[in-house]
């Protein structure tokens, strides 16, 4: 890890004092998903509500350029010059990526599933479609309790599917079950989404600072 990538954590918790005593699986998380980056492995993420939103934001986050510039591929930057303007255009438009997927996009495939099988699933059915060995599973749950984040937990824990939970500061079937829970420190629900938010932040910029 690059000394500008730990620098980030470190302003964090310069930012978030209260946020010290879960610096270190903070910090956990990042090594996973590093890894599973160096190792061209994807992150899938699932939650509810606001976890949702959540889950959306970081594929966005994620996905394109979030703080610094990501050059593309050099090969693939090499073949758009073969395409006139509209190669030149993409040469110019496309950001460097790391590959995320939100479980909670998929609106028919969820509608459908929850109609005919189980809606407790959907983020299970989801994951078994598109996770492989190595991927991260990403659960983001206020209480750590939500039955669809579990249920996909356990199914990645099936699938070789490394997994990481944002919760709540109590104790849960999540902390109980994944390799890593960051617990953000309160117990009120829009008080919890309020420190998920720069927690996330900081491990994406970290990525980004890492990989870019």
């Known amino acids: 890890m690059k000394d500008t990538t730990y620098n980030i954590l470190e302003y964090l918790i310069e930012r978030y004092p209260n946020l010290k005593d879960i610096k270190q699986d903070i910090l956990n998380a990042y090594i996973l998903l590093e890894d599973a980056y160096k190792n061209n ?7 509810n509500g606001g976890s949702a939103a959540d889950s959306e934001h970081i594929v966005g986050e994620l996905m394109k350029k979030f703080k610094k510039p990501r050059p593309i591929d050099p090969h693939i930057y090499d073949e ?20 995320a997927i939100s479980l909670t996009s998929h609106i028919a495939l969820s509608t459908a599933f929850s109609n005919d099988k189980e809606p407790k699933g959907v983020f299970a059915q989801s994951l078994y479609g598109l996770g492989e060995s190595g991927d991260i599973l990403i659960t983001i749950s206020t209480s750590g309790n939500s039955e669809n984040c579990v249920l996909a937990s356990i199914l990645a824990k099936a699938m070789n599917i490394k997994t990481i939970a944002l919760t709540g500061e109590a104790n849960s079937k999540l902390s109980s079950l994944c390799d890593i829970t960051i617990k953000a420190p309160e117990t009120e629900v829009y008080k ?21």
């Open 80 to 99: 758009l010059s073969k395409y006139g303007s509209e190669g030149l255009k993409l040469q110019n438009t496309l950001d460097g990526t790391l590959r």
């Open 192 to 212: 919890v989404q309020e420190l998920h938010l720069p927690i996330y932040h900081a491990l994406c910029a970290m990525l980004e600072e890492e990989f870019f």
């Open 41 to 47: 492995k994807k992150v899938l993420i699932c939650g």
